[in-house]
């Protein structure tokens, strides 16, 4: 049977996204806020899971909250930067119901395609509204999606079972065009000896759609790119950057941004 998203698979996370490039993640936020000619000290990171990319924002001198829905996810977390001696402040939060001081933060980021775990277009409008609410003026809010190109794609449907691996998986993905939603149905084998399954929900969120919450929220886009690089997206993109400038309602017109149709 399987158990709710990142609950039992928490503990061997970061074993399963060894190979993910970290750094390189926080290296393109950097030049993101450089091309925005944005100097962010306080960044709240939604979504954090292990906290990977808040303790390297940390460690880059930034100060960071790292904020997130699953209670093993965050223990982890802050395992991670007792280990490391790193200060990051670690909040379990919904990020659709955030409840945080106005203005505390000079950036918002959100990364690993978490937005589209947010399947109800309602709530990621709440999500976007309350990072509005947590930025000061002018502050950044970074985040990046799947498209629905990679749902078609099918690129969830995956597995690797070599028995060097600490995690072995298996993970077959099942998109829904009508409602754009996809249905990861993943199952875990670890070296230790356990079995377990988890059922990931996900949902291809237009850029249409997106800007207009971005603006009913009080921002203005200031940026939509290919992932990892300053070009536009294209009907092949697999996953994109949107970089939105709080302005509070009719703020200044959209820069450096084009709207494709996915």
């Known amino acids: 049977m399987s158990s709710p998203a990142f609950t039992k698979v928490a503990r061997y996370y970061d ?5 993910v490039p970290y750094s390189m ?5 950097e030049n993101i806020f450089a091309r925005m000619q944005a100097a962010p000290r306080r960044v709240l990171d939604i979504a954090t899971g292990t906290g990977t990319v808040a303790l390297l924002l940390a460690q880059r001198g930034y100060e960071v909250t790292g904020v997130d829905l699953s209670r093993p996810m965050l223990e982890q977390a ?3 930067g007792k280990r490391m001696g790193v200060d990051v402040r670690f909040v379990q939060a919904d990020a659709a119901a955030l409840d945080l001081p106005d203005g505390s933060f000079d950036a918002v980021v959100c990364l690993y395609d978490s937005f589209n775990y947010i399947i109800e277009p309602h709530r990621l409008l709440r999500a976007f509204e309350g990072a509005a609410a947590a930025l000061a003026d002018d502050g950044l809010f970074v985040f990046d999606l799947n498209t629905v190109y990679s749902f078609e794609r099918e690129l969830f449907t995956q597995e690797s079972l070599s028995p060097e691996r600490e995690v072995r998986y298996r993970w077959r993905s ?4 009508h409602a754009r939603t996809a249905t990861v149905d993943m199952e875990f084998w670890t070296r230790d000896g356990k079995h377990f399954q988890e059922t990931h929900y996900q949902r291809a969120h237009m850029v249409e759609e997106v800007t207009d919450m971005l603006e009913c929220a ?17 009907p092949k993109s697999e996953r994109m950057f949107y970089v939105a400038r709080a302005v509070g309602p009719g703020g200044a017109a959209r820069t ?5 149709g996915g």
């Open 256 to 260: 450096d941004a084009e709207t494709p």
């Open 78 to 80: 802050r395992r991670k």
């Open 15 to 19: 074993a399963l996204m060894a190979g």
């Open 174 to 177: 099942r998109f829904e065009p």
């Open 218 to 234: 009080g921002f203005a886009l200031a940026g939509l790119y290919e992932a990892y690089t300053f070009l536009p997206p294209g």
């Open 25 to 29: 993640w926080v290296d393109y936020l």
